[in-house]
């Protein structure tokens, strides 16, 4: 059971989920305690700065004179040291963050391997710079929880704000996943009543863009819409329906981002005060105004009608709910599979041992947003040969389909494929992952070996 120090940084990891407000929370804690500030310098650079002996002081965000910015500078007797922090984020700054290290420490002299020792860097995918070491969050969990003071609330709590911000929290869930084609039907269907919600409501279009129906990697999927001649204005304002995964929960939202010719006209109707007493909430973090979808809405049509004609009518005192009960949760479970299903696949099939030595090797490289009719898992698999490495990549997932005759829509089927060229139906997981993924493995393997 979790105490009331881990539950605070639990339900603050909920709502402050970005990469800055991960770095923010680990400055705050570096400038607070001076055990954890000395585990943090230890995981990066270690035995490198001891803080008995001598003083080291952290920064957040210091411009380096050149334009970088990295997410901690490390001032000590010792030289300047940086630490980069990333969440899904893929740019990557080494060659700059190089050339600024050793703009700070000339004593270095042309010892390349020191300099870059100077960089601790920190993900939570899989990836590698020639020269660097990178770091995984699970890593640094694994070694946290082993720590003489983990026992202490706040570090402990740290622990679980990091687990619920890097999508690690409830691997409990993931170990008890078990896959089941209808929640894929019933996610399908929804998307479709979302759309349908939107372009059956008068004055409101879709935004025809596919990418606005995707899965995307900050846990959203939904269908942006505009709204025209908002309130007799003239103007169009701009507006998203559909859902966000947590850990063990999908919210059903209506949201509209305090952004100028996006949904501001929207959000500055908003009766800040009075916010508690509406049924609606406005995040002064976000900027964005959020409606939440609650037991007493019949379906997402009659949510979608209900949010329309608040925000045209005006906002008087509600007797609806702000925040969805635990019983809307439980209706809509079934979502969470759209986050499960890959978390579940680069878990078995990526973190499991592989049966053929060091002749092959494959890495799950994130999974990029997906239209709602296709759930892709990325990966890279790398063979060692005689005649020269080969590297393929490609994806493992589910896709939809339409029956040739009525076009009714078909139970997700799973693939696997490589380069795009060569897909191929397999078994679906069922009861016992670790054998499914094994298999799924020997047919990667075995699909190398057909392309040398």
């Not at 979808?293 to 949510?303: G, L, R």
Request: aromatic share 16%; charged share 30%; with cysteine.
């Amino acid at each position: 059971m979790l105490t009331n120090q881990e539950l605070f940084f639990t339900g603050l990891g909920d709502r402050f989920w970005k990469e800055n407000d991960l770095s923010d929370v680990t400055y705050a804690m570096c400038r607070g305690s001076n055990v954890f500030f000395q585990f943090f310098l230890d995981f990066f650079f270690t035995g490198e700065l001891a803080l008995d002996s001598e003083e080291a002081d952290i920064a957040r965000e210091i411009d380096d004179g050149e334009g970088n910015r990295p997410d901690f500078r490390i001032e000590s007797r010792k030289g300047v040291f940086y630490i980069e922090v990333k969440i899904g984020d893929r740019c990557q700054h080494f060659p700059e963050y190089f050339k600024s290290l050793r703009k700070a420490n000339p004593g270095d002299g042309e010892n390349e391997a020191k300099t870059k020792r100077r960089l601790g860097y920190i993900v939570n995918y899989p990836m590698s710079f020639d020269g660097y070491v990178v770091h995984r969050w699970e890593d640094l969990l694994r070694q946290l929880q082993r720590y003489d003071y983990f026992n202490d609330d706040s570090i402990r709590g740290y622990a679980e704000f990091v687990k619920s911000v890097c999508g690690l929290r409830g691997n409990e869930d993931i170990d008890s996943y078990r896959f089941n084609p209808d929640d894929f039907m019933k996610i399908r269907l929804f998307m479709d009543d979302v759309i349908g919600a939107i372009t059956q409501a008068e004055g409101v279009d879709c935004y025809n863009r596919s990418r606005s129906r995707c899965f995307q990697q900050n846990l959203k999927m939904g269908q942006v819409f505009e709204l025209k001649n908002y309130c007799g204005s003239g103007k169009s304002v701009w507006g998203w329906l559909g859902c966000f995964f947590f850990e063990s929960r999908a919210e059903i939202v209506v949201q509209f981002e305090n952004q100028r010719g996006w949904g501001d006209l929207v959000c500055q109707h908003y009766n800040a005060p009075h916010r508690q007493e509406q049924s609606a909430y406005y995040d002064d973090y976000d900027k964005a105004l959020y409606f939440y979808m609650v037991e007493t809405d019949k379906d997402i049509t009659a949510f979608f009608n209900r949010v329309l004609s608040v925000i045209k009518d005006g906002y008087d005192p509600a007797t609806i709910p702000a925040f969805p009960s635990e019983n809307q949760f439980k209706k809509y479970s079934y979502l969470l599979s759209m986050r499960r299903f890959p978390k579940a696949v680069q878990k078995w099939v990526f973190n499991g041992t592989t049966d053929w030595g060091d002749c092959c090797s494959i890495e799950s490289i994130g999974q990029e947003d997906w239209p709602y009719s296709q759930i892709h898992v990325l990966f890279q698999a790398h063979l060692k040969r005689s005649g020269g490495d080969m590297t393929k990549k490609g994806w493992i997932g589910l896709e939809y389909g339409r029956d040739d005759t009525t076009h009714e829509l078909l139970a997700p089927k799973c693939y696997l494929s490589f380069d795009g060229k060569s897909t191929s139906e397999v078994d679906p997981p069922k009861d016992d992952w670790a054998s499914w993924a094994s298999g799924i493995r020997q047919k990667m393997f075995d699909k190398l070996k057909e392309s040398e």
